[in-house]
């Protein structure tokens, strides 16, 4: 069953009311937002690209009105009107690669609805029988152009991350390639966006650059019609120094960002790798040199999504039992004897893999199982009735150490009344 509730009307009823026809982004466990049924995706924080694209045009637009248009009779009538045209279409451009950074999937890598296979299964000894333990190495070997590079289990997506993939943690998604998550464009900048995030800082320069020299131009072009000094030009144009200084500013931010990338490009390195010394003190197994280096970022052809977000799914519904206090118990729930004390209600196999292993304000779990303590999660315990109950099969093996009346004895207010003789019959049985 899926986390995630879809809006009402979504799909059509398939086989009696027991599954429900709909979209893949509906049913899409990140936090990622989407618009025109899943045709654009954009991060959580995509209020802040309506900011972004504020301080891109603002400025353009005071520059258009009272620079540019004067600049009209300061150039003969030809060169006046080329000005203009070049701003505004140099701005749209450098909107449009905001925007397709942006909306775009970066390179996330599906989430498994399983843990692998484990490759060995360890036989640890409770009382008088053997349980097997699956374990999951955290890490694995693997050979990058002849190096031994080391990938990591992702807890939340259930799977070994590839090489220079991370888990963002505000999206909420394994990223191939994963450079970083930018605030100003509200998304990851991944494998497949790379790319355009570096054109649109770059253009970006260019465009504070083209501003800010002709900004100065039309101060000039006062000053020597008038006669006066650069401040008596400078104060008969306030617009102009208010532009100077801003795109001054600006200047220094996203070119010193384009430089940056720069050098991330010529050496293959990520804005995450070269953060964390990835490569400072062991040989970068991904350079090829710097021609190979760039050709990779802007000749290589971007591969495709892993992700088809409008593809239609089946979303199962579960009948999950519910207690009159708004708990709810489930007795699929498997615990070693290590794990059971009095008053204890910790979730097992619970190993801090974030917001997609918690239950939402419904009582509805999410179905998949994580591992722990060799156990697979199948349900967790109820967290408002302020009881819990045992299944059979812990309840016989508590029996066969002397505990039974112990761990029993409590009661089970979350059914609506007493378990425990049912609880009793059940461990003799």
């Not at 999206?171 to 998550?181: I, K």
């Not at 464009?185 to 770059?202: E, T």
């Not at 519910?322 to 699929?332: C, K, P, T, W």
């Not at 408002?384 to 016989?396: F, N």
């Amino acid at each position: 069953m899926y986390g995630v509730h879809p809006p009402q009307n979504s799909g059509e009823a398939v086989g009696g009311g027991t599954a429900e026809v709909i979209r893949t982004y509906q049913t899409w466990k990140g936090s990622n937002i989407f618009f025109l049924g899943g045709r654009f995706m954009f991060g959580p924080d995509i209020r802040s690209i309506f900011l972004s694209i504020f301080l891109i045009v603002a400025p353009v637009v005071v520059f258009c009105v009272f620079v540019a248009r004067k600049l009209l009779d300061k150039f003969s009538h030809d060169i006046g009107i080329l000005v203009m045209i070049i701003v505004i279409v140099f701005t749209i451009y450098v909107v449009t690669l905001l925007l397709v950074t942006s909306g775009r999937d970066p390179g996330i890598i599906p989430r498994n609805t399983h843990p692998p296979e484990p490759e060995t299964l360890d036989q640890i000894e409770v009382g008088s029988t053997q349980t097997p333990q699956i374990r999951l190495p955290r890490f694995k070997e693997v050979m990058v152009n002849g190096f031994s590079v080391k990938v990591k289990y992702c807890d939340t997506c259930m799977l070994y991350r590839p090489p220079r993939c991370s888990h963002c943690s505000i999206c909420d998604n394994c990223v191939e390639r994963f450079d970083h998550h930018c605030p100003w464009v509200g998304q990851c900048i991944g494998l497949r966006n790379y790319r355009f995030f570096f054109m649109f800082v770059s253009s970006a320069t260019l465009l504070c650059i083209y501003v800010f020299a002709f900004c100065w131009v039309y101060v000039i072009k006062i000053k020597n019609s008038e006669e006066t000094s650069i401040w008596g030009a400078l104060v008969k144009t306030p617009a102009s120094i208010v532009l100077i200084i801003y795109t001054f500013i600006c200047m220094w931010f996203v070119g010193g960002l384009t430089a940056f990338h720069l050098y991330l490009i010529s050496t293959n390195q990520s804005t995450y790798e070269n953060f964390r010394y990835r490569y400072d003190q062991t040989e970068n197994p991904y350079s090829r040199g710097i021609i190979e280096n760039f050709k990779e970022v802007f000749w290589r052809s971007i591969p495709p999504s892993k992700n088809d977000f409008r593809a239609v799914v089946v979303k199962e519904w579960e009948n999950v039992p519910r207690a009159s206090g708004g708990g709810f118990v489930n007795s699929n729930v498997e615990k070693t004897l290590s794990d059971i004390e009095m008053g204890d209600r910790k979730v097992i196999g619970d190993n801090g893999s974030g917001p997609a292993d918690q239950y939402d304000q419904t009582g509805h779990g999410e179905g998949r199982s994580d591992l722990r303590g060799g156990h697979p999660r199948r349900s967790s315990w109820g967290r408002r009735s302020g009881s819990w109950e045992l299944p059979s099969d812990i309840a016989s093996v508590a029996s066969g150490l002397g505990d039974s009346n112990r761990i029993i004895g409590g009661s089970s207010s979350s059914l609506g009344g007493s378990r425990g003789g049912q609880l009793t019959g059940q461990s003799r049985q």
